[in-house]
């Protein structure tokens, strides 16, 4: 068993290798069940986007939250309360020094980590997450990402994999009644790395700039452009150093 520890929270299925761990997923499985796997050939990310990592050194997982009478105020949070779950988990194999970028990335020390894509499914969101775990620097895609080995972790791919699941499983469930919720606003802007910071955003018509101020309602980025606060609900966001 690839995940003994994980396998204690939900029903965790095994994967030896698929394209992309969204294509398993069984809308009408239980509660917190977990398709997960260490080596996932065409994982999606997203704006289409495909998150390709070398077999055997890559988490990638997908969790199916059922969302039953929740409003959808609370819904839309769940991208945000996945990554917090998830750097929750990241947090004691690297230090303490997980954050989140909005939207949907994990960061150690400015360098991508893990991240996120959330769908809706039928009555649930199906939560899909990569982290990166012993990749080495020459394996990364970019000089701005990084894995838990090199940040100091401790341990074979498999060791670190069931550790994070176990531990994302554990935090994501205890945050699903907060949704929506002002505490777990809170706690999301306090763990987003992105917001105090000058930004660049990609939107689909153009570019904004300005810094970061705050989370809106539903989870919007809100980017103070100099003259107006822009609440930002989809776009690429780049930290300015």
């Not at 698929?18 to 996932?40: E, G, K, M, N």
């Not at 970028?101 to 809706?120: F, H, Q, S, T, Y």
């Not at 987003?192 to 930004?199: A, K």
């Not at 570019?207 to 970061?212: D, F, I, P, T, V």
């Given at each position: 068993?690839?995940?003994?520890?994980?396998?204690?929270?939900?029903?965790?299925?095994?994967?030896?290798?698929?394209?992309?761990?969204?294509?398993?997923?069984?809308?009408?499985?239980?509660?917190?069940?977990?398709?997960?796997?260490?080596?996932?050939?065409?994982?999606?990310?997203?704006?289409?986007?495909?998150?390709?990592?070398?077999?055997?050194?890559?988490?990638?997982?997908?969790?199916?939250?059922?969302?039953?009478?929740?409003?959808?105020?609370?819904?839309?949070?769940?991208?945000?309360?996945?990554?917090?779950?998830?750097?929750?988990?990241?947090?004691?194999?690297?230090?303490?020094?997980?954050?989140?970028?909005?939207?949907?990335?994990?960061?150690?020390?400015?360098?991508?980590?893990?991240?996120?894509?959330?769908?809706?499914?039928?009555?649930?969101?199906?939560?899909?997450?990569?982290?990166?775990?012993?990749?080495?620097?020459?394996?990364?895609?970019t000089d701005r990402s990084t894995s838990l080995t090199l940040e100091?972790?401790?341990?074979?791919?498999?060791?670190?994999?069931?550790?994070?699941?176990?531990?994302?499983?554990r935090s994501l469930d205890a945050l699903l009644p907060a949704l929506?919720?002002?505490?777990?606003?809170?706690?999301?802007?306090?763990?987003?790395?992105?917001?105090?910071?000058?930004?660049?955003?990609?939107?689909?018509?153009?570019e904004l700039s300005g810094r970061a101020v705050g989370l809106g309602?539903?989870?919007?980025?809100?980017?103070?452009?100099?003259?107006?606060?822009?609440?930002?609900?989809?776009?690429?966001?780049?930290?300015?150093?």
């Amino acid at each position: 068993m690839l995940f003994p520890g994980a396998a204690r929270i939900a029903k965790v299925v095994e994967l030896d290798s698929i394209a992309s761990t969204f294509d398993a997923v069984d809308d009408r499985a239980p509660h917190l069940t977990t398709w997960a796997t260490l080596d996932q050939r065409a994982g999606r990310g997203r704006l289409g986007r495909e998150w390709v990592s070398p077999a055997g050194k890559c988490l990638a997982a997908t969790v199916l939250v059922h969302t039953g009478r929740m409003p959808e105020d609370a819904v839309a949070w769940m991208p945000l309360a996945a990554g917090l779950a998830l750097a929750d988990a990241l947090d004691p194999l690297v230090a303490d020094r997980a954050g989140l970028k909005w939207p949907n990335d994990v960061l150690v020390d400015e360098r991508k980590i893990a991240g996120i894509l959330c769908e809706r499914r039928k009555g649930a969101v199906a939560v899909g997450f990569g982290v990166n775990l012993t990749l080495t620097r020459d394996e990364l895609p970019t000089d701005r990402s990084t894995s838990l080995t090199l940040e100091g972790a401790e341990g074979t791919a498999a060791v670190l994999a069931d550790a994070v699941l176990w531990h994302m499983l554990r935090s994501l469930d205890a945050l699903l009644p907060a949704l929506g919720g002002e505490e777990l606003r809170t706690a999301i802007a306090a763990s987003l790395t992105t917001i105090g910071r000058d930004v660049r955003v990609e939107l689909p018509d153009g570019e904004l700039s300005g810094r970061a101020v705050g989370l809106g309602p539903a989870g919007e980025l809100q980017v103070d452009s100099g003259d107006r606060i822009v609440d930002v609900r989809a776009g690429d966001v780049v930290h300015v150093r």
